[in-house]
């Protein structure tokens, strides 16, 4: 799944202001939303937007009262909300502020103060994410998902001391998980070693338009499966929910091949559980913080696998290389992520 961007909600501003607030957030990673009726902003303010602008000298609403009902409602309380106002019209401002206008600025001020309240809103935010993900880290680790990895692991090791290969596919985020989990696995992830067979399924585009064109989207990993697959070999579905439908065909291929499977989705695995030898099924229904577990778990299977295949000796360093004494410019290349 694509990162969505914050969506900043204007509420009741007239396009010059708007293209200033658009201007601001663009600047800071983030976009904004015109919305012309209370109705609709406290629909979008559901939708928990990092932030609310509200001109307070709107007439054709009550933006006191609707303050008053944002702030009113358990769900979207916590979001800042910043008016602004004529800056002779004190009245206003007084009862904006005591109706919970997290700030008021004069209209003067705005484009000019607009840019500090953005970053002063959104960078809560960014520490959330990181707070939300390290406690799904430590729940995924207290419970047995651990231990499912660990028999991922075995899986794979069985398989390819045996000579057998690996398929890995799934759709958007998933494939480029699925490319990345080859790439560490045919290249080496922190050890030299020799190379291990696996096949990402979202590699070639004449393939997928090709079985898309011909057989349906639904298709494209089934038939290579088909066609590349043989008992013994791995077959390894990647979907966030569990349920895509050309994952899930794929994984029933393969068990009717005699391949062995793996599922690597979120919580309850959908109908990718009833396919999977192995089911890898991240307890939490939140895509973002699905995917960033799952490039933890693949990461961790990656390294097992290559410390039971090719043990400890060929481990890389990570610290730098001295060079042996009388040769001139001798170093080891250090693994993925050590030194980029």
């Known amino acids: 799944m694509a990162h969505q961007t914050a969506k900043i909600a204007a509420v009741m501003t007239d396009l010059f202001f708007f293209v200033k607030v658009d201007d601001a957030a663009k600047k800071l990673g983030a976009s904004a939303e015109q919305v012309q009726t209370a109705d609709l902003a406290l629909q979008r303010a559901a939708q928990l937007p990092p932030l609310i602008i509200l001109d307070l000298n709107c007439a054709s609403i009550d933006p006191v009262g609707f303050v008053q009902r944002l702030k009113a409602n358990p769900d979207t309380a916590g979001i800042p909300v910043v008016g ?16 919970g206008c997290d700030r008021v600025l004069p209209r003067s001020a705005l484009a000019q103060e607009l840019p500090r309240v953005l970053e002063s809103c959104l960078a809560p935010r960014i520490r959330e994410v990181f707070e939300q993900t390290a406690a799904n880290i430590a729940q995924v680790c207290a419970g047995d998902f651990p231990g499912r990895i660990l028999r991922a692991v075995n ?13 890995v596919f799934g759709n958007g985020g998933s494939s480029a998980d699925a490319h990345h989990i080859c790439a560490e696995l045919v290249g080496r992830f922190a050890r030299e070693r020799r190379g291990l067979p696996a096949m990402a399924l979202s590699s070639d585009p004449s393939i997928l338009t090709s079985l898309g064109n011909d057989y349906g989207f639904a298709a494209i990993f089934e038939r290579q499966v088909e066609a ?4 013994g070999d791995v077959a390894w579905g990647i979907s966030t929910s569990g349920n895509s439908p050309n994952v899930v065909r794929a994984l029933k291929a393969a068990r009717n091949l005699g391949m062995k499977t793996i599922g690597l989705t979120g919580a309850g695995g959908g109908e990718m559980a009833g396919f999977s030898d192995i089911l890898l099924a991240v307890p939490s229904l939140e895509t973002p913080r699905i995917q960033e577990i799952h490039l933890l778990t693949y990461h ?39 030194d980029q």
């Open 300 to 338: 961790a299977i990656c390294e097992a696998v290559e410390a039971r295949l090719f043990g400890q000796s060929a481990l890389l360093s990570a610290k730098a290389a001295v060079p042996p004494e009388g040769v001139a410019g001798a170093a080891v290349v250090p693994p993925e992520g050590l």
């Open 155 to 167: 899986l794979l090791a069985q398989a390819f001391e045996s000579g057998r290969k690996l398929l």
């Open 84 to 99: 602004f106002v004529s800056h002779i019209q004190t009245d206003l401002r007084q009862m904006a502020e005591r109706a």
């Open 228 to 231: 590349h697959g043989v008992p």
